[in-house]
């Protein structure tokens, strides 16, 4: 997935591509955030299932996937049983250029 695929685009009908619409979805909502949240709260706000979340948070982390890098735009920490989720610098700094 490229950085191109996660940016909204206006021209992108919505439902055309639903991962790259939650990512949208999630970036949206973690650059409203400057403390991290829990995915169980993001998967209810965003209506999404969590191991959807799960996998959209894969490509835009740093884990590789395959041979392909991530993005490095969000980075999840454990605090006990719960995946917390908050937006890096890079991807703070992409979701502001694309407004």
Do not use: F
């Not at 799960?54 to 605090?79: M, N």
């Amino acid at each position: 997935m490229t950085e191109d695929a996660l940016i909204d685009q206006p021209d992108r009908p919505p439902g055309a591509n639903p991962v790259a619409d939650l990512a949208d979805a999630l970036l949206a909502e973690l650059v409203t955030q400057s403390e991290p949240v829990s995915i169980a709260r993001l998967s209810k706000k965003l209506r999404a299932r969590h191991s959807s979340l799960l996998r959209c948070v894969a490509y835009l982390a740093d884990d590789c996937i395959g041979q392909q890098p991530g993005l490095g735009w969000v980075h999840a920490e454990q605090d006990g049983d719960r995946t917390m989720l908050v937006l890096t610098e890079k991807g703070r700094a992409a979701c502001i250029a694309t407004k």
